[in-house]
């Protein structure tokens, strides 16, 4: 199996540039997660899908879109690159919500220069 | 508004000996609570969680945690700690909702 497939690993953008982070799940998982990871700030979420057609934003939506329309693959787009967009992104997936466990993938490292 | 704190950014311990990672959390009702582990240039691995019932959970490699409702906490701990324990380590909190909220995160240094 393989989980949760994140493209590309690494990136460096110009600021300003455009991108689109690709995730992609295998498990048939309804729940899909994009999380970012800056140093000492743990991860914050910044959007999440319950299901296909459906998105919503999390704490840190600004500067991002996402879309899902299908089970399998939750992107995520940044339109015109910041520095303070930096970061490692994280795309997860679960089942459902609750005590349901997070699948996630291996991380996309992004640099904006 | 659900929340989670780790008040230590890192904890050291030498290895055969027990440790502790502190969390406690803020939400309203019952929470599920997580543990999940992430390794050097890895995505986060999930290593254990409560939901209802006893509140000492074990889980992956040895680990467990305690639930305590009073002190609002979910301690990890282990009895004896490995090098290979050496890692971050994040406690997450969720209520009956989509969220799953995570702390800052706690790096574990285990020393030979």
């Known amino acids: 199996n393989a989980g949760v497939t994140q493209t590309p690993k690494f990136r460096i953008l110009k600021i300003g540039q455009s991108m689109t982070l690709q995730c992609t799940q295998d498990?048939?998982?309804?729940?899909m997660y994009w999380y970012r990871q800056d140093p000492g700030m743990g991860l914050k979420l910044i959007y999440y899908?319950?299901?296909?057609?459906?998105?919503d934003k999390g704490e840190v939506p600004n500067g991002y879109n996402v879309s899902r329309s299908t089970t399998e693959d939750f992107p995520l787009r940044l339109e015109l690159a910041a520095p303070s967009q930096t970061s490692v992104y994280f795309c997860?997936?679960?089942?459902?919500?609750?005590?349901?466990?997070?699948?996630f993938g291996a991380g996309s490292r992004l640099t904006v220069l | 508004a659900q929340s989670v704190a780790q008040p230590e950014d890192q904890v050291n311990v030498a290895e055969g000996n027990p440790l502790t990672v502190k969390c406690t959390y803020s939400?309203?009702?019952?929470?599920?609570l997580f543990w999940y582990v992430q390794y050097p240039n890895r995505g986060l691995q999930f290593l254990l969680k409560?939901?209802?019932?006893?509140?000492l959970v074990k889980g992956s490699y040895g680990f467990e945690a305690e639930f305590n409702k009073s002190q609002t906490s979910f301690h990890l701990k282990k009895p004896s700690a490995l090098v290979s324990d050496s890692a971050l380590y994040f406690c997450?909190?969720?209520?009956?909702?989509?969220?799953?909220?995570f702390g800052t995160g706690t790096r574990l240094q285990v020393f030979p």
């Open positions: 899908s319950v299901g296909a057609g459906i998105t």
């Open positions: 409560y939901i209802t019932g006893d509140n």
């Open positions: 498990m048939n998982h309804n729940y």
């Open positions: 997450a909190v969720r209520r009956n909702t989509d969220k799953l909220i």
């Open positions: 997860a997936s679960s089942g459902a919500a609750g005590a349901n466990v997070l699948t």
């Open positions: 939400v309203s009702g019952n929470p599920y």
